[in-house]
Every structure is written in C-alpha cells, then in structure tokens.
C-alpha cells in the first residue's frame, strides 16, 4: 500500500512539474492576467462594480526621471471623492513612489517623477484606491512600462 502511495505521489509532482515548465501554457496564463497599459495606443481602462475607470498619461511615453502626469477619469467622479495611490515597481523592488491626487476638470490628477532603473524598460504597477466619501472604498491597480 505504501508503496503505491509513493509512486502515485511520484507521479503526481511530475505532471505538476511538466505543467509548470510548459511554455505554452505559461504564456497563455500570462496573457490572460497580465496587461500593461500602452499610452500610445490608447488610455488604459478597467471596470469595477459597473463603473469604468481611465487612465491615461501626459507624455505617452514614460521616461526614468522625468515628470509624469497621470490623469485618472470616470463618470462616477465627484469633487467630494479622494483618490490615493502610488507606484511600486512590478518585478524588482523600487519602493513605494506615492501618488497626490487632486480633482480637476472631472477627473484625478496625479503628477510624478519614476525612477531610474538598469534595465532598459521597466513595469510599473499604480495602485489606486478610490473613496467615495460614504464609506465605500474600490482598489485596482494598473501596469505601465517606463523607459530609459
């Protein structure tokens, strides 16, 4: 009986292992968790609870130390709402870069500086959590790529 414990236990670690290794697979999950906001192409959007959120930013191209203005935007936007955020490096620790939103014109806007980095480009991930000052507070995130 142990022994066939062990050799399904065997078994089973090596399909898991097969299924991790597997670049197919790895990519198409990838792919479908992974999107990375691409400015040029268009603002980057995201839906929760029925209501669109914008993001897009002033330059379109994202330079290492250079200012950024990102502008947040919804139909559900009040002057009365807060808006807090910042900026964490996505695969290599940069720190926490906060984010000082302010309402203008119907939407939020945050301006910024992002950090160098040795690579050539590099992913960033905006956390943003919206309040609408009755207590109800939505978190989402989105991911951008700064270059050098």
């Avoid at 968790?33 to 002033?58: G, H, M, T, W």
């Avoid at 992002?114 to 943003?128: F, L, N, R, Y």
Wanted: with cysteine; glycine share 6%; charged share 15%.
């Amino acid at each position: 009986m142990r022994t066939i414990f062990v050799s399904l236990a065997i078994i089973v670690v090596g399909f898991v292992v097969i299924y991790l290794q597997s670049p197919n697979l790895t990519t198409q999950i990838s792919q479908q968790v992974e999107s990375v906001c691409d400015f040029q192409q268009s603002p980057c959007k995201i839906s929760r609870s029925n209501i669109d959120y914008v993001l897009d930013a002033d330059p379109k191209v994202i330079k290492s130390e250079t200012e950024v203005q990102f502008r947040l935007s919804s139909a559900a936007f009040a002057d009365d709402m807060s808006i807090t955020g910042h900026l964490e490096g996505k695969a290599m620790y940069m720190g926490k870069i906060p984010l000082f939103f302010n309402y203008q014109n119907g939407a939020f806007v945050a301006e910024t500086m992002i950090g160098a980095c040795t690579e050539d480009s590099m992913v960033w991930m905006m956390i943003v959590k919206v309040d609408d000052g009755q207590g109800n507070v939505t978190a989402f995130s989105f991911d951008f790529t700064s270059y050098q």
